[in-house]
């Protein structure tokens, strides 16, 4: 016998045309999507920020434990102490913690330890990671497969804002522990992604890359 209720299945099944047109549809639209650097100031209404995230917590998780948390910012000052405490890690990584290696399948992308965006971009969501989490009573639960977990979280967050009609980078220096200082975080959680969103500059470039075929990243097994 279940102890747990259950509810029906929201499901609509669509005819198989419509599910081939729908999914050659939304592959086309966000095989667009493209990691932005130069972001513009415009102000973004906190509307979509909001709905994006609801979108980004409807994401499965280990037992529905849902070992995420979102620190949406927008505070020209508190910005400002995350890009000077991001920079810090940046130099130290491209000046002697990267590997030459690492240095050079970075060079295409033209990055460096200078990061104006974190400033300039509208928003920036601290995504962060729960261990664990404490109930009303302080009782203390565990949590199962995080990483996994807050990784679909986060990968709907994008695509939300995407679709949205925003652009998006996932900006991980490293360590990032200072972000959960200034976002005054709790020591259970610790800072898995800093997602940076607005609307691109007038005039962004992007690098020429491309992505894998269909054959290399995938094997079907009839």
Known sequence: MQDHPFIPLDYTE???????AN???FYQDIKRRRTVRDFSARPVPKEIIENAIRA???????????????????????????????????RQFYNGRATEDW?????????DDKKPFLETAPYLIGIFLQKFSYDEAGAKHKHYYMPESVGLASGLLITSLHQAGLVTLTHTPSPMKFLSKICGRPEHERPYILLVVGYPEEGTMVPDISKKPLEEISTFIE
């Open 14 to 20: 669509l005819p198989v045309e419509e599910m081939c």
């Open 103 to 111: 240095l050079e399948d970075l060079a295409p992308f033209g990055t």
């Open 23 to 25: 999914a050659e549809a």
């Open 56 to 90: 980004a917590g409807t994401a499965p998780s280990g037992a529905n434990k849902q070992p995420w948390h979102f620190t949406v910012i927008s505070n020209p000052e508190v910005k400002r102490e995350i890009r000077l405490a991001a920079e810090e890690e940046e």
